[in-house]
């Protein structure tokens, strides 16, 4: 007997308290991610709509268009 516990409900308790653990690491890592990606796809829209991030931030000329790429067909 480990701390009143027997040895299959200590094994039980401890597998448990590692999913829990691991759980609680991958959401707490998303948790900074997500802001990051929505400040990112923000920018994105912001340059492409002529914003260029400088201070302070204002619009600018409208940006040369990019050249498209063209796949010969064949």
Same mark, same amino acid.
Do not use: N, T
């Given at each position: 007997? +480990? $701390? =009143?516990? &027997? ?5 039980? @308790?401890?597998? =448990? @308290? +590692?999913? +829990? &653990? %691991?759980?609680? @690491?991958?959401? #707490?890592? $998303? /948790? %900074?991610?997500? !802001?990051? *990606?929505? =400040?990112?796809? =923000? /920018? ?5 709509? &002529?914003?260029?991030?400088? %201070?302070?931030?204002?619009? #600018?000329?409208? !940006? *040369? ?8 067909? &064949?």
């Amino acid at each position: 007997m +480990v $701390l =009143g516990y &027997g040895l299959s409900r200590m094994k039980k @308790l401890m597998k =448990g @308290l +590692v999913v +829990v &653990g %691991s759980l609680a @690491l991958v959401f #707490g890592s $998303l /948790g %900074s991610c997500i !802001p990051l *990606a929505a =400040g990112a796809a =923000g /920018g994105y829209f912001m340059h492409k709509e &002529g914003y260029r991030f400088q %201070s302070p931030v204002k619009k #600018g000329e409208k !940006p *040369a268009p990019r050249a498209e790429m063209v796949v010969p067909e &064949g």
